[in-house]
């Protein structure tokens, strides 16, 4: 789900790399105005303030710039969450690290989130499948890491490792939720309270 479209990202010019990241949050904001099905190449160029023709010079259908709002979206949610994770020291302190920064990221960039969610829901793959279902292990890599080396060292309670990250994902992702039902809400008492309960949850004393 979160494989960069093909491209020349390698030799892309400063001017190519701005004029396509301005395409892709006029997608953003097409697609959660309006929805998946009703962003068109012409409503997203409207929003970009540019031709139609233009928006398909730097990508090649609709499918693949909203398939880049969803690479780019999860693309920022895991290098924050990565970055908050490395410097943390100890099983339970990473899971904190991993909630807080991404609870703090789907608060801060509300827009892209909720507008990746719609497209992965909506999108169906060459064989039918929505994109969300499409299984990836790299999405959960790093927090199925943190909770078997938590079950593994007695931080966490035992239990399965696929029902622990389904665990953790389901408390995290609410945030997701809310933000598509209202833009606008504020997140600050579910961040406050989603780590102290998926912490109990898994067994463990809060970090």
Known sequence: MRSEPVGRAGSRSFTETAR???LTWAAVRTVNELGYHRASLAEIAKRADIAKSAVVYYFSSKETLLLEVVRS??????????????????????????????????????????????????????????????ENDEDTALLRDI??????????????????????????????????RDPHADLGELRRHAVPFLFRALGAADA
């Open 20 to 22: 396509r990241e301005q």
């Open 147 to 180: 909770l078997a080396r938590g079950i593994d060292d007695g931080t966490f309670r035992p239990m399965p490792l696929d029902v622990a990250v389904g665990l953790a994902e389901s408390v995290l992702d609410r945030s997701i939720t809310v933000v598509q």
């Open 73 to 134: 979206a999860f693309a920022a949610l895991g290098e924050e969450v990565l970055a908050a994770v490395r410097d943390a020291d100890g099983t339970a302190a990473r899971l904190r690290a991993y909630a807080d920064a991404y609870l703090g990221h789907v608060d801060a960039h509300r827009a892209a989130i909720a507008a990746a969610v719609e497209i992965a829901v909506s999108h169906r793959t060459a064989d039918g499948r929505p994109l969300y279902l499409v």
